[in-house]
């Protein structure tokens, strides 16, 4: 018997705040996480489907609003399933509880007797009523109550199935569903001038007409066009290029010496973890640098929002991960009461953490201030997305790590220099929305953070190895100048970590002459992380692979946050021209699974992006502009170049279930530069792992 | 005045000439399959069939259609009549967010009408132009070889 509730429930305790049953036949649930293309109203239907024993097209999801939904924060970390999921199953199984023994009271049927056929309550002499017939009767009024009555694992009929994701006929059909797709009535479109430069200033625009009908918006540097017809706007903003005059100066660092801006820049040391068990010292030892630059989300939909005033409130349509913390700094920014400001989310395209969407709402709403009444989409263009979302950070991880006589890992040091990753909205006294700094008067640029440990972590996400180790240290620094914005990105620090560790591993394993699979097993204490290692090298024949020339394989395992799911991934290269990830393997311990083929869906697509960004990916900048903002600057990984991927989940249906998104990440990246390895004898130092930056390994 | 044939029916838009198609297809004609992505042809997103081979819209001039067949993801098929690929999409859950989906939509019926029996390298190669960021490929590729196994009308 649980005696809390879970977390989201106890921020968003009234039951009605999450369920609702119409007297037509219908379920309302109302989650506080947003889909973003992972499957998690799908999931969340199944989870309700099965608490309260209805069929799932009676389910309907009303998407996050402020201020009437819970207010979960933000949709990210993979935590969706984790949180809202949780809180969901508790809410279903306690209405159905609450609307049994009303039942039971009004008809005399002991409540043991009752049980729910899709929503009928049916005793021994038949259906005594039903959810739609006490749908009106505000059950669900009071507060949820710790306790638990959700079913055991063994009584759920939907979740922990692959239920068809009920979001993808809409993007079959084509049919309209995005945040793009909304044309309400009177619909204007603005387009953004954004800066020519980071940190310059408007002198002034020079006279001129824009296209018939357009009008230029102005507050400081902040520049937008509106018109009635989007092609107008799009004519009215190349007509705004040229008109305005700048003021620019040299703001960035060398982008070909970030290492060193890295190690000399400004920043604040923090110790992650430590320990010393006191044990034989190393007498054999390796120290190695990795470093990645900066990366960018790059959804293929470009940001988009809507905004309409009304008097000096606004409502605001988004798709944003966290509406209520995109209030927040709405409100901020706009210097308007919070309870001034209305989010309504819908869905965008993938996002894979912190990119524009929240910048872009602050756009809308700035557009649409001097048009009361009227409703304003800005879209943003393909540069504003690469040129202008905020990026992953370049990150420098350093180790030092050695082994004792015995071969064990006697010592393993870590230290992570990164700038924080964290911008998200509506956490600090500053709003984070792009636009904010170039307001007049402007706010200051709020430096991204590194969240704690305990909640995650942000550069140092992963950065404790999760193997037995004699003497600890692990420190982090986060830089304190942020001429480029950065924050969150699918993984945040784990990527980088789970690489530099995991490449650290097979290097220690040389030294001790032993297989990496054998030499990592031993030094395995957590039976899930050996088991899922164990998996994925069975899946890819790791004993008998093979060692033909140009081709290697290399693995890699970590746990999610050292808190979330256990991922183990087998790569397979073959060294071309530029090398190439040629299969994947991965093996995931996510606990309950309460959809198997979203879960794997999500454990590829992750695989796939962590691919992407090994083997391609870097945001260029001169020491003016990002330069990297078009997808020939900024390449992805296309259908030729993808790796076959397997997965296997080790199901425990008895176990908490956590995220899918991310765990496959880090292990990815650090498979594949070990696979390098394996194929050409070069250790990769420098992502992305392109000919160039392997020839430059080579040569240190 | 610029007509040509939508989705197998008569259409007349009055826009400019040098509107782009994607543009007159999504704020005059009403429709929401082809997606703005990159508006330069390098993402896919926009892509329609002009007299049934697979093209982006982002750029190409409104005027360039007159008279010729433009067909989107929605002259495709419906939830209650779906086109082979749509159902083999479905079938095979090949997409995450969906953006991306009906320019490889497009592009896949061209190819099943060239090649009705492509192998993987060559759905592959025909989908080489369109981007997808959440990593649904290998699903997506998936779904086009079922299709193309179970038959698409000629």
Known sequence: MSATLPASLAANPRLSQWLGFTPDGAVVIRPGKVEIGQGILTALTQIAADELDVAIPRIRIETVATPTSPDEGVTSGSLSVQNSGVALRHVCAEARAIFLGVAAQGSGVPIEALRVEDGDFVGPQGAVGSYWTLAERGLLDGEATPGARAKPPAARVTAGTSTARLDLPDKVFGRPRFLHDMHPAGLLHARVLRLPSRGATLREVAPGPLPEGATLVRDGSFLAVLAEAEHVADKALARLARLAQWDEHDTLPDEGAMPAWLRQAAGESSVVAEHDRGEAPATRRIKRDFFRPLVAHASVGPSCAMACWTGEAVEVWSHTQGPYNLRLDLAKALRIPVESVVVRHVEGAGCYGHNGADDVALDAALAARGVPGRTVRVLWSRADELGWSPFSSAMLVEVEAGLDDAGNIAEFRLDVTSNGHSSRPGRGALPTLLAASTLDPPFAVPLAINMPVKGGGGAQRNAVPIYRIGKLNIGMRTITDMPIRTSAMRGLGAPVNVWAIEAAMDELAGLAGEDPLAFRLRHLDDARAAAVLQRAADMAGWAQRGTAEGTGMGLAVARYKNLGAWCAVVAEVAAEAEVRATRIWIAADLGEVVNPDGAVNQLEGSAIHATSQALKEAVRFDRRRVTSDSWDSYPILRFSEVPKVDVALIDRPEMPPLGAGEPAFGPTVAAIANAIHAALGVRPRAMPFTAANLAAAMET | ?154
């Not at chain 2, 029916?9 to 429709?31: M, T, W, Y």
């Not at chain 2, 042809?41 to 259609?65: F, I, K, M, N």
């Not at chain 2, 859950?93 to 939509?105: D, E, F, T, V």
């Open chain 2, 1 to 154: 005045m610029i007509a040509f044939t939508l989705n197998g029916a008569p259409a007349a838009l009055d826009l400019p000439e040098d509107v782009p198609l994607l543009a007159a297809l999504r704020e005059a004609a009403g429709l929401s399959g082809p997606r703005f992505g990159c508006g330069v042809e390098a993402c896919g997103a926009c892509h329609v069939l002009l007299d049934g081979r697979s093209v982006p819209s982002c750029l190409l001039p409104l005027s360039a259609v007159a008279g010729r067949a433009v067909t989107t993801v929605e002259g495709l098929g419906s939830e209650t009549a779906p086109h082979p690929l749509q159902s083999a999409f479905l079938a095979e859950q090949a997409g995450q967010c969906g953006y991306c989906l009906s320019g490889i939509l497009i592009s896949a019926v061209a190819l099943l009408q060239a090649k009705p029996d492509p192998d993987e390298a060559e759905v592959r190669a025909a989908l080489e132009p369109h981007l997808c960021r959440c990593g649904s490929h290998n699903r997506i590729i998936r779904a086009v070889l079922r299709a193309a196994r179970e038959g698409v009308p000629a």
